[in-house]
Nanobody, 122 residues
Framework: QVQLVESGGGSVQAGGSLRLSCAAS????????MGWFRQAPGKEREFVSY???????SYADSVNGRFAISRDTAKNTLYLQMNSLEPEDTAMYYC????????????????WGQGTQVTVSS
């Protein structure tokens, strides 16, 4: 049984930082593409970042240069370091997994966590 559990969300002022974690079980982390998505109230879920099985990475334009994705395969844990946070980053953040190839479309991901809330105040 695959389980993804996010943590690390919280409330922060604009300009601050947070690090999200996603602990995975039931999958071999290094063989999966791991992604971060977010959904703000009243908006559709959107791509944030992914890291491939080959450690290739991709970022949405809105977070490029401010966020950094990484993984610790020994711990089966995915991270998202978020710096220079803006009120527009306020959303529920989800981690997701898909075997092998990476995608920016959320419907391609098979496994999802329950989400962790990030709130950025101005």
């Amino acid at each position: 049984q695959v389980q993804l559990v996010e943590s690390g969300g919280g409330s922060v002022q604009a300009g601050g930082s947070l690090r999200l974690s996603c602990a995975a079980s039931g999958i071999t982390h290094s063989r999966y593409c791991m992604g971060w998505f977010r959904q703000a109230p009243g908006k559709e879920r959107e791509f944030v970042s992914y890291i491939g099985a080959d450690d290739s990475t991709s970022y949405a334009d809105s977070v490029n240069g401010r966020f950094a994705i990484s993984r610790d395969t020994a711990k089966n844990t995915l991270y998202l370091q978020m710096n220079s946070l803006e009120p527009e980053d306020t959303a529920m953040y989800y981690c997701a997994a898909v075997f092998d190839a990476c995608y920016v479309s959320d419907y391609m991901y098979n496994y999802w966590g329950q989400g962790t809330q990030v709130t950025v105040s101005s």
